[in-house]
């Protein structure tokens, strides 16, 4: 068989095979089913110093595998909620138990895809309207999208409010929970494991800015008006950081007290081990919440080049109006990634 044939066949036997596969697949996604994950392990052999190896294993658990779960979307428009064990305990059992709100790749006659994943996490409002907005956004793309609800948000909250000496401890699990999403999301048939990308805004872009120096397995990471060194957020921000202030001095906490706590999340203390390549910041000029010098200390010490730092003529708020611009760059980017992914590897 001369080679022009022989290509023709090959192609030909891929389709009948990745159609059979995608229907077997397709087949197990349904209320009630489970699959089988496994953590990642983290490689602590590149960290910098005896300070960031102690950062690492604080923010790290020992791997294991793990089951996810496939429950109904009751009050969303998302079409699963996938749920999986948290791998650190807190006091709240309903907390402890991550949640992902699936919203699924579907062709014209409402087909599920084999195509890739964006994990997004919200910002800090209750009823986390931008990262559902980036959710399904970004699935009339064609992505599987995942939306994780923070602890003690949305499917996890315990019906009051956590406390200022909760919250950090919960910004840590958020960390580790964005890490295991991963892993669970890769255990789903449909999903491309070679294209699984992280997107996140606000809080949820500062847990991601953590999460992109630890381990990050992502295949892309986009921080949408982050930063580092959050104890001049929590210091000098506007709006959100200066709820916190208010918070903390109701119940007589001192900031300068909670620096070592702080120290244990913070992004510019793992931002050596970000894969610049793969990383986009979008900041914006004029943000009072997460300050622009903030956004710049993270991408001088994750080394992000300018076109992988991207300003906006914006505030912490106005910056809504360049989500479509942030969506096709997204788009282009993940594009990107997948031609790149899927090409052989050159010996």
């Known amino acids: 068989m001369n080679s022009p044939t022989w290509a023709l066949f090959s192609l030909l036997l891929a389709g009948i095979f990745t159609n059979e596969l995608l229907a077997e697949s397709s087949a197990v996604i349904q209320l009630g089913s489970q699959f ?64 992902l709100e699936w919203y699924a790749a579907r062709d014209e006659a409402g087909q599920l895809l084999n195509r890739p994943a964006i994990v997004v996490v919200h910002e800090s409002g209750r009823s986390m309207p931008v990262g559902r907005l980036f959710a399904r956004t970004l699935n009339r793309r064609a992505y599987h999208t995942f939306l994780l609800h923070l602890p003690s948000y949305g499917k996890r909250s315990w019906g009051t409010k956590p406390t200022p000496e909760e919250l950090l401890v ?18 789903i048939p449909i999903i491309d494991p070679h294209c699984i990308a992280l997107q996140g805004t ?55 007290i909670l620096q070592p706590v ?6 510019n203390r793992f931002a050596s081990g970000v894969q610049a390549e793969k990383v ?7 943000d009072q919440v997460i300050p622009l010098e903030n956004a710049i200390s993270f991408a001088k010490a994750a080394n992000l080049t300018p076109t992988h730092h991207i300003l906006m003529p914006a505030n912490h708020y106005t910056g809504i ?26 010996q």
Not at 262 to 267: D, G, L, R, W
Request: charged share 25%; hydrophobic share 40%; with cysteine.
């Open 170 to 187: 919960l910004i840590r699990q958020a960390i580790m929970d964005v890490r295991r999403a991963y892993d669970a999301v890769k255990s």
């Open 202 to 256: 606000s809080l949820g872009g500062l847990v991601n800015a953590t999460v992109a120096g630890v381990d990050c397995q992502y295949d892309a990471v986009f921080l949408m008006l982050a930063g580092g060194d959050f104890m001049s957020i929590i210091a000098n921000g506007q709006k959100d950081a200066a709820k916190m202030r208010k918070e903390l001095e109701k119940a007589n906490i001192d900031p300068k």
């Open 36 to 99: 089988q994950a496994q953590d990642t392990e983290t490689d602590y052999s590149k960290a910098e110093n005896e300070d960031q190896k102690a950062g690492l294993e604080n923010l790290s658990w020992t791997p294991q595998p793990f089951s996810v779960d496939l429950e109904a979307a009751e009050e969303s428009s998302a079409d699963f909620l996938v749920r999986f064990p948290s791998p650190i305990s807190s006091q709240h059992p309903e907390n402890d138990r991550a949640c």
């Open 280 to 286: 986009w910041l979008y900041s914006g000029k004029y």
């Open 321 to 346: 109006i360049y989500i479509p611009m942030i969506m096709q760059h997204i788009h282009e980017q993940m594009e990107t990634v997948m031609k790149s992914n899927s090409l052989p590897n050159q």
């Open 262 to 267: 702080i120290h244990q999340i913070e992004p």
